[in-house]
């Protein structure tokens, strides 16, 4: 039987990948773990392994858009034909490839050519998945694919051409006349997506509070001078939430297709800001590092997303988020769905506050902790807080 190759999920934002270069020709024999293609998303670089041995038949050419879980080939075993509803393309030379800036005519776009009428369209399933998406009509793109195929570029090349031509902004009144603009797309419209489902399909609810971070500050100086790793507050910050969130296990759960899954191991997403958006780095097992393990895989894993080669592996599985933003008091965190809880971290500054009934300076911080009210209750949040705030503020077992 047929193997499929299909677009892996490489990552909670991800609902498409490129495959950006094929590592095996058409007809070409692979052994199971041969490099098959290589595949790109909005934020990693990844090496798709095949699963199996066998003949391998790409079904959609290089430079293809492909949905996760959408069809990019099959391995077949010797004698084996592509299954019934993916047939090989014809070798032929490829005609002309249409300019992404050429826009087809009125009559082009109104209605379809005699020729496609008469004869069935030949396109791949990437071609096929991008016209549903963007609304096209197939018979009226120009196939640019080998054999005489539709592939999806030619679909995405019309599509723009198309609301080129069509498009007329129409902006609020009394609005300047902008300087430029440019789509939603890529990682910014893969955030986008991701932020506006988990407001749409969680219960969210913010909790404040200010905690005193002058003794954890001190010591976090002192272990710093003694190790190698340079020890920051959001490490005290993880390691404190690692050892709340072993003693309000709630905290530590997801709400996944209307189920509630808890968990003993506690993995924590870090947020890491990069040029354009950002990426959350989990770290695995947080409850059984010391400190310096922490910064230690901390540091690695923020140098490895600015670089672009961060694994799949290390950007799945999170159980609760820490994002930390050392420029503002405070702000309010939206969840990475389906974790139940996101820890914002502001700066730390200090205050004039009363202790004992005197007024002293001390640093200070805003925590936001923002839950999905579907699984956590807010007595349970608050209690969470509290527990934080005191693991915090009386932080020297975090450093043993």
Known sequence: MATRIVMPRLGDFMTE?????????AGEEVGQGEVIAEIETEKLNYDLEAVAGGRFHPVVDEGATVAVDGLIGYLLAVGEEVPASETPP????????????ESPSPAARRAPSAASSKTPLRSTPGARRVAARLGVDLS?????????RIVDADVRAFAEAQTTADQSPSLPPGLPQPS???????MRRSIAQHMSDSLRNSAQLSYFMEVDVTEAQRLRREASRQQDTTLTI???????????????????????????????QINIGVA?????????????????????????LTHELASRAREGTLSPDDVVGGTFTISALGSVDGFTPILNPPQSGILGVGRSAEKPIVSRGEIVVRE??????TADHQV??????????RRLQATIERPTRLFQ
Do not use: W
């Open 364 to 369: 200070m911080m805003t925590l936001s902790l």
């Open 140 to 148: 009226q793109v120009t196939a640019t694919g080998p054999g005489g």
């Open 234 to 264: 959001s490490h005290v910050l993880i390691k404190a939430c690692a050892e709340t969130l072993r003693r309000i296990p709630i905290m530590n759960a997801i709400l996944f297709d209307g189920t509630i899954y808890h968990f003993d």
């Open 180 to 186: 430029r603009s440019e789509p939603l797309s890529g």
């Open 90 to 101: 014809a070798p032929s030379a490829p005609s002309r490839p249409q300019s992404r800036h």
């Open 17 to 25: 990948g490129t495959v950006v270069r094929l590592a095996k020709s």
């Open 272 to 296: 890491v800001a990069l040029d354009d958006g950002l990426i959350v780095p989990v770290l695995r097992d947080t409850g059984s590092m010391d400190i310096s393990q922490i910064a230690s």
């Open 376 to 385: 956590i209750d807010g007595a349970t949040a608050a209690s969470f807080m």
